[in-house]
């Protein structure tokens, strides 16, 4: 008995290292003061000196069972930005430049090539998001996962001066809500998205003229990465004065977590357009508005409050990111936190 037998092999884990060190080198940034390999990575903090407070913040998560769809239609190489956007954009929202991010993944069984794959999609992400994959775990883990899957996650830090959090405490009423788009489902709802849907490949790789490609396209779309609109935003002088960023819960659990006591975002859902995965998905599985809306995006992935003089200047913003966005509500007294109507 050796470890090899037991399940392990050690030589395809060295195999998995020298595949994906191209793709963490470039995501590089000068303040990287290690290579890949180390048992931790170290990143420079003498840029952000100049800060009046400098404050880190931190984010971590996953693909969740989107995973699922990726097994099934052997596809590996856009979970990975799944994994990064799921993570910056929680920190971004917050007003943070992410600085470097970390991955890991847990197997049942090593395969090289799959392991590349998976690393190329976190490397576009982090590239995206201008962050350094400065480190990583992956973990064979026999008897744990079955031979053919995989879990993926990640954890990203960022930095941000402390004047310029976004916490949501100088939301007023009046204020307009931009609506920044999303690429469709991204990476939440996928437990109700898989009890809903036939999930074998003859229906994945099924073309459906609404969609514009096959059912398995649509589901792996990756997630929108919008650190670039939230730059743009911040570079063309607006306060944003609160951003939330539509995960798991959809408007109703997300929106409400930007808002001060006092205050209700109006969500006018016909002011923006929703992908025609979502009306698909609703037709099928008959469901409520209050369900779509409570679980999914529904075709916004993050939304701003701005003052309504910075409206139209934040759209603009947003626009030269080469993101879509839309006037998607206002800000009034009330209790409720979100109204979608």
Request: glycine content about 12%.
């Amino acid at each position: 008995m050796d470890y090899k037998k037991a399940g392990v092999d050690v030589e395809a884990g060295y195999e998995a290292v020298r595949r994906i060190g191209k793709f963490a080198s470039a995501t590089m940034r000068p303040e990287v003061l290690t290579g890949l390999g180390g048992f931790s990575g170290a990143f420079s903090m003498e840029k952000y000196k100049k800060m009046d407070e400098p404050v880190l913040l931190s984010g971590t998560d996953g693909v969740g069972t989107k995973l699922k769809v990726a097994f099934l239609m052997d596809r590996h190489d856009t979970v990975g930005i799944d994994c990064v956007a799921m993570c910056v954009n929680d920190i971004v929202c917050a007003g943070a430049e992410p600085l470097f991010f970390l991955d890991y993944i847990a197997c049942g069984h090593n395969e090289p090539e799959r392991i590349e794959k998976i690393v190329s999609g976190v490397s576009a992400g982090c590239i995206s998001a201008g962050a350094a994959l400065i480190g990583g775990e992956t973990a064979e883990m026999p008897g744990f996962y079955p031979p053919d899957e995989y879990d993926l996650a990640g954890f990203a830090v960022g930095i941000a001066d402390r004047k310029n959090l976004i916490t949501g405490e100088s939301i007023e009423n009046g204020d307009v809500l931009i609506g920044i788009a999303s690429s469709g489902i991204h990476s939440n709802g996928y437990s109700l998205v898989r009890s809903i849907l036939p999930m074998d490949r003859s229906f994945l790789d099924t073309y459906d003229e609404k969609l514009g490609m096959t059912w398995g396209q649509t589901l792996l779309l990756p997630t929108k990465i919008y650190v670039k609109s939230l730059r743009a935003v911040r570079e063309a002088g607006i306060a944003v004065h609160g951003c939330c960023h539509i995960t798991g819960g959809g408007f109703y659990e997300n929106v409400p977590r930007m808002m001060p006591d006092g205050k209700t975002a109006v969500i006018e859902r016909n002011a923006f357009p929703a992908p025609p995965v979502f009306s698909a998905l609703q037709e099928r599985g008959g469901l409520s508005d209050k369900e779509m809306y409570g679980t999914f995006n529904m075709g916004l992935g993050m939304i701003l409050s701005v003052s309504e003089k910075d409206a139209d200047r934040t759209a603009a913003a947003v626009a030269s990111s080469g993101e879509k966005a839309y006037r998607v509500g206002y800000v009034e007294g009330g209790t409720d936190g979100v109204a979608v109507c």
